[in-house]
């Protein structure tokens, strides 16, 4: 169901982002002023709110599709391809099946908000609701891998998805080589991992910090334990980083724990307010997920004045309620 276990590494990211080119974005990084005088420090944002999609899930999605058409011709992919997501995977998945030609279900737990479901489908992929949890919805996936011989595209865990997302690391240290600090969101660890190996074989002293939710964090508590574990999912504002790691994870927990160097957890008063502060300052509007690494900044005092950050603004999916909830719960 995925592709064989291998290192991922520069020469992974390379290739992923040969396979990409045209077809994802290699978006901007800019210097925040409002926030670099706040914090004592370069305050840079990496926007992958500006892929196609909206959000950085792209760039794996279209790596793995892509490398599956170079490896095993269409005829292997023409029964479809199948993921489970908390939404941006999933809108990914569906974008970049649709741009070539293949089927693609895209199946989500009921904790996934309605507007990214609808995001989905209007990509043409069949959305498919299942259970409560992001493993009652893999269950579904399983299920339709074995009995009608779809492809799965995980949405985290397999070296093709951590090497596209490992393009973004690519590009920061093309654009900042003495970059300090890389703040990134962590759920499944694709985004965290992909980046981490990048930059950690270019610049070993780039320290990674990942971030996670207060509750809820699969891979958080996963590493504490030293082996996958489940957890509750809950409602919040950073829903994208909700779901489990999968108990039988074969890459993204590993590499997790090799590149990152420290971790933060974010209470829902915090990404209220760097929604917030984004929204005022950047006139941009960011999902909570893609807000943690400035709540980590504000929350717990990150030592960094004088010091060069890089911050990854995930994904942009969040409707008008959620903002709306998010400014009240600032109490702004």
Known sequence: MTTDLAEVGLAECYAARRRIAGRTVRTPLTRSAALSARFGAEILLKWETCQPTGAFKLRGATNMIAALLERRGPDALSTGVVTASTGNHGRAVAHAAAT?????????????PEYKAAAIAELGAEVVRVGESQDAAFE????????RGMMLIPPFDDPLIVA???TIGLELMEDVPDLDRVIVG?????????????????????????VSLSRGAAMAESLAAGHPVAVEEVESLGDSLGGGIGLDNRCSFDLVRRVMDDHYAVSETAIA??????LEHEKQL??????????????????????KIALILSGNAVSLETLDRARAMAGR
């Open 286 to 307: 960011v999902e909570g997920a893609a807000a943690v690494g400035l709540a980590a900044l504000a929350e717990h005092g990150l030592e960094i004045r004088g010091q």
């Open 186 to 210: 962590l759920s499944g660890g694709g985004l965290l991992g992909g980046i981490g190996a990048a930059v950690k074989a270019i610049r070993p002293a780039t320290r990674i910090t990942g």
């Open 100 to 112: 070539l030609g293949i089927p693609a279900v895209v199946c989500l737990s009921r904790l996934v």
């Open 140 to 147: 579904e996936v399983t299920r339709r891998v074995e009995e």
């Open 273 to 278: 307010a760097a929604m917030v502060d984004l």
């Open 164 to 166: 596209g997302q490992g």
